[in-house]
């Protein structure tokens, strides 16, 4: 028997083994690869619907996506004849290592998921957070961003974010003005009220409903405090705020109403 046609049949086997093998290879890449493709096409409509977050949608689809490729690519390099296993616990093995290194990363990550699928504010919203204050800037996957009250960016990670208490002054659409004013023990309580009232009636920015309200709520070593209560929209605010403070004064002072200051009493020693 010839060798050489020995040799000459043993490549043509080979041949055509490994060519059956890259050709299914081949055919399932291409399969696969328009399978994943209708897969994300139908999950993203699926969210659509759903109404999720935009900036949720892409990092979703595009994880989803890795996620299928590597399925696909770990499955056409067994077709091919390479062994798998070793290749997927290699691919277990960096995984594990990736996620004790980046573990608070993660759990921002995670806190980023439930942000956007919770929803307990918007960008626009103000909200009050991690004993800081601001409206939302960006929400992103690791981290949520505020313009605080003086213009600040505050960056807040979304792991503590979404595990902390989250109060939203945007969500009600109207906010409550919390003032405390002080007048002295010889003012009239009525009279006092009916003035504080007066004030909050003609200002342009409260709201008629829900009515404000002015309260005794405090009987002070040096003066009556009054609770007095107007609601606002969430962005007239800290106009109401600022412009009940000195109008509260001015119409005190007209009134010939005492607003009490601390007295301070020296006593000297005769030697």
Do not use: C
Not at 72 to 100: C, D, K, N, R
Not at 227 to 241: L, N
Not at 262 to 270: G, W
């Amino acid at each position: 028997m010839n060798l050489e046609n020995i040799d000459t049949e043993k490549w043509l086997q080979l041949a055509l083994d490994y060519g059956l093998k890259i050709l299914g290879a081949v055919v399932i890449w291409i399969i696969g690869s328009w399978a994943i493709k209708k897969i994300i096409k139908t999950t993203k409509k699926i969210m659509s619907k759903r109404d999720y977050d935009e900036s949720l949608q892409k990092f979703l689809l595009n994880l989803l996506g890795w996620i299928l490729k590597i399925v696909l690519i770990v499955v056409v390099l067994g077709t091919v004849g390479v062994e798998t296993t070793s290749f997927a616990a290699i691919l277990a093995a960096a995984g594990l290592a990736i996620g004790l290194a980046l573990q608070g990363s993660l759990g921002n990550f995670a806190g980023g998921v439930l942000i956007m699928i919770f929803k307990p504010f918007k960008i626009g919203d103000l909200i009050e957070a991690q004993g800081e204050i601001g409206v939302v800037k960006e929400i992103e996957i690791f981290t949520t961003k505020l313009t605080g009250l003086s213009n600040r960016e505050i960056i807040i990670p979304n792991g503590s974010l979404s595990n902390g208490n989250i109060i939203n002054y945007t969500t009600e659409g109207t906010r409550r003005v919390d003032l405390v004013f002080g007048v002295g023990y010889d003012s009239d309580i009525k009279k006092t009220k009916e003035v504080l009232m007066n004030v909050l009636t003609s200002h342009p920015k409260v709201l008629k409903e829900p009515a404000p309200t002015v309260n005794v709520s405090e009987l002070a070593d040096s003066s009556i405090n009054f609770a007095v209560r107007p609601w606002s929209t969430a962005d007239d605010y800290w106009d109401v705020y600022f412009g009940i403070t000195e109008d509260v004064k001015e119409a005190l002072d007209k009134a010939g109403i005492e607003i009490p200051y601390p007295h301070q009493v020296e006593i000297q020693k005769k030697g």
